[in-house]
Nanobody, 119 residues
């Protein structure tokens, strides 16, 4: 079955960096757009970044210049490099795999990994 497993979260000081990874299995990874979302306590889940099957990227405005999304189709893995982290980046980060085939949307989520930015 489809699985997305995130890793790399943890506690980091303001200004620090983390790299999140999301390993996919059970589906044709290269055929899916991959995204990172995050959800802070008491807030709605928000899009962080997306990378298409062709490698095009898109970022939320507050992450531009600090976060970089990339993918390695050979390893079925998507990454999120996060630099210059701020306390407001504290959230659970989720990996998403999405594909539209005709009128059918295939939408899969990982379990999330906690990122805490604090001194």
């Amino acid at each position: 079955q489809v699985q997305l497993v995130e890793s790399g979260g943890g506690l980091v000081q303001p200004g620090g960096s983390l790299r999140l990874s999301c390993a996919g299995s059970g589906f044709t990874f290269r055929s899916y757009a991959m995204s990172w979302y995050r959800q802070a306590p008491g807030k709605e889940r928000e899009l962080v970044a997306t990378i298409t099957t062709g490698g095009n990227t898109n970022y939320a405005d507050s992450m531009k210049g600090r976060f970089t999304i990339s993918r390695d189709n050979a390893k079925n893995t998507v990454y999120l490099q996060m630099n210059s982290l701020k306390p407001k980046d504290t959230a659970v980060y989720y990996c998403n795999a999405r594909r539209l085939v005709g009128w059918t949307e295939y939408d899969n989520w990982g379990q999330g990994t906690q990122v805490t930015v604090s001194s």
